[in-house]
């Protein structure tokens, strides 16, 4: 997938909220209340990541969780990327399911 031009990133990052573009990288800083909550959050992040084959750098500090993410094979940003940060949003916007206990 080709690297795009930073115009186009500018613009696909404001359907993104709170997203920027930091170098060849598109970040985004996430706060939680909780240490934990950043933690089940960057589970899900795993999982989506795994799926996609694509896996952004993560970074933990408390309850913020940092997310940055480029095409290392391509040494910036694609349209992968982008589509990675948009997964990451609908996943904050989906109610977590519930595991019933066995009876």
């Known amino acids: 997938m080709a690297k795009l031009p930073p115009s186009s990133v500018d613009n696909a990052l404001r359907h993104l909220d709170g997203w920027t573009r930091e170098g060849d990288f598109i970040t985004k800083t996430f706060k939680f209340k909780t240490f934990l909550a950043g933690i089940r959050f960057v589970d899900k992040v795993a999982r989506i990541a795994e799926a996609q084959e694509h896996h952004p750098d993560v ?40 595991r019933r206990r066995a009876r």
Do not use: F, N
């Open 59 to 98: 970074h933990i500090r408390w309850t913020s969780v940092t997310l940055l993410i480029q095409t290392h094979d391509e040494g910036g940003i694609t349209q992968w990327d982008l589509d990675l940060a948009e997964e990451i949003e609908k996943s904050l916007a989906k109610p977590a399911k519930k």
